[in-house]
């Protein structure tokens, strides 16, 4: 969200603050009194008045000066039943009051009306000057990589140009915009303008550093593909200057079993209204250790994905994203060398997502649907003998829908609860990759993970922060999960749907800004299907 600083007027210039969600705006007028200036209007056009304060005079009618938004009609229209009967300086003053809130409820925050010097008497038009808050210039300040234009060309795109008028809420859907591009982050300030009327823009920007990383170690991981992983992640932000990222992921097992994973993604903005375009590929192996060594079980996978993004900035607390795409996915299985499955899966997937900040906390709502393109674009064919749940007759003929609800509500000064609802609902049956899966740090405590899957199915958890010492960087964490999933058409001998549930206790420390240390104790809640209890730990470093 926008930073606004308040500056201290120029010498010899009026001031008119107007706040507005946290955004002060001035606004430079040395010449013009303001309405509820009783200094600024008498009988003779000079000096304070004094009794003809409470005088009434029958105005010939009204002129309307600096207008541009609206007409002369229709500002009129407001006042007009006062007009028609004699009018004192108070009840002036209640006139140009009326007007500038007819502006300020359609958005225009820094518009002011204002009653100049003139003669007070009957049978003359009386003179409002308003004042629309018309943008002067823009002031850049703080980018070395990023380019002024990129910047100008947002702001405009929002509906800031230079000389017309423009809203509080103009600026931060610009500055919003610019926020959501990688490596800057923006702040603007207000200021009165060389011109009469007019307020400039000066906007900071803070860019960061080009590459950014993590180093993390886990046991997250399964116990036959490997519970402890090493996962290095790198980030190049801004690499061109246009807002863009690179991201490089990586995921080695290590201990028993055997597992690898890369990733590669690039997004770059492709116009200044909020448009993305998105590449990513992944590629990665597990194969099966422990008990299951000696059959040589193997998994190789590998994906790719195209898309574009918009941004649509309600507000600057409240920002929709919609997106489409055009993913693939090939996840070949074998046991003792030979291929036992082969899922070829091509899918266009149409996506909204809603980030919306509150006083009291965010909301973050995302949905889905999945469309799976059949053999086209070297799917697999329909009823594929080497399908993962061919006995459920599973390919790349499917439908399915997913979403993700996210609440984080403070309390108090301390008390943070995160509640959540994820899952999917699939219409057909689904190939082991499109399923959904419960069980593991990520989804249900105490439970192996991926304990269960199906063709739909959901998580619910609850998790509360407690901030010790009176801060966040050390943490006490409470956490409870519910897992369920449905199967279709079950194999002879599976059940349709299985839930599990399980409840957790951790501490999460960040004794330096680089480093996160955490630790999670998870026990099953009602059936088991591993353990009796789970030990989970975390250590991440960034740079």
């Not at 359609?106 to 003359?124: H, S, T, W």
């Not at 449905?486 to 549930?501: E, K, M, N, T």
């Amino acid at each position: 969200m926008p930073f606004i600083h308040l500056l201290a007027p120029k010498p010899g210039v009026m001031a008119l603050f107007c706040c507005s969600v946290g955004v002060a705006c001035l606004l430079g007028d040395p010449s013009y009194a303001l309405a509820d200036d009783k200094s600024a209007l008498n009988g003779d056009g000079r000096g304070a008045p004094s009794q003809e304060t409470t005088l009434a005079v029958q105005f010939s009618g009204v002129e309307l000066i600096g207008n541009s938004l609206y007409s002369d009609q229709r500002l009129t229209r407001l006042i007009a039943s006062d007009m028609a009967k004699p009018l004192t300086f108070t009840d002036v003053q209640a006139l140009a009051a009326r007007i500038e809130r007819y502006y300020r409820k359609n958005g225009y925050d820094l518009a002011r009306v204002i009653v100049p010097e003139q003669a007070f008497r009957e049978g003359k038009a009386l003179e409002l000057i308003i004042l629309e808050g018309r943008l002067g210039t823009i002031e850049i300040r703080g980018n070395t990589r990023y380019p002024d234009r990129y910047i100008i060309d947002t702001l405009e795109t929002s509906g800031l140009e230079r000389e017309r008028a423009f809203s509080l809420g103009d600026v931060e859907r610009g500055l919003a915009l610019i926020n959501r591009r990688s490596g800057i982050e923006v702040s603007s300030t207000l200021r009165p303008g060389e011109v009469q009327g007019a307020t400039d823009l000066v906007v900071d920007v803070d860019e960061q550093p080009r590459i950014t990383g993590a180093l993390e170690a886990n046991n997250y991981g399964s116990e036959n593909s490997g519970e402890y992983r090493l996962v290095p992640a790198l980030s190049l932000l801004n690499a061109t200057g246009h807002g863009d990222q690179l991201d490089i992921l990586g995921m080695k097992s290590l201990g028993d079993g055997d597992a690898y994973f890369g990733y590669l993604g690039y997004e770059t903005p492709i116009n200044a209204g909020g448009t993305k375009a998105h590449v990513y590929g992944f590629s990665g192996n597990v194969a099966i250790g422990q008990d299951f060594r000696v059959l040589e079980i193997e998994g190789d996978s590998e994906g790719w994905g195209v898309g574009l993004s918009h941004d649509v900035v309600v507000s600057s607390r409240s920002i929709v994203n919609v997106g489409a795409w055009l993913e693939g996915q090939d996840l070949e299985q074998s046991m003792l060398g030979i291929t036992t499955s082969k899922d070829r899966v091509r899918k266009v997937r149409l996506g909204i997502s809603i980030d919306s900040t509150d006083l009291q906390g965010r909301t973050l709502l995302s949905l889905d649907v999945h469309q799976g393109l059949g053999d086209r674009l070297g799917g697999m064919d329909d009823n594929a003998l080497l399908s993962s749940r061919s006995y459920a007759r599973a390919d790349n003929d499917f439908t399915k829908l997913t979403f993700d609800l996210a609440r984080l509500q403070r309390l108090n000064d301390r008390w943070l609860v995160v509640p959540r609802l994820y899952g999917q609902y699939a219409f057909d049956s689904l190939v082991a990759g499109e399923q959904w899966a419960v069980g593991g740090f990520h989804s249900v405590l105490g439970h192996p993970a991926s304990a269960f899957s199906g063709d739909s199915g959901y998580t619910a958890s609850l998790e509360g922060r407690y901030s010790l010492l009176g801060e966040d960087h050390y943490q006490l964490i409470v956490r409870a999960d519910h897992g369920r999933v449905f199967v279709r058409q079950p194999y002879l001998g599976q059940a349709d749907d299985r839930d599990i549930s399980g409840a957790g206790l951790g501490l999460r420390a960040q004794p330096w800004e680089s480093l996160e240390l955490r630790v999670d104790y998870g026990v099953p809640i009602g059936s088991e299907t591993g353990d009796d209890a789970y030990w989970y730990g975390q250590a991440s470093y960034r740079f």
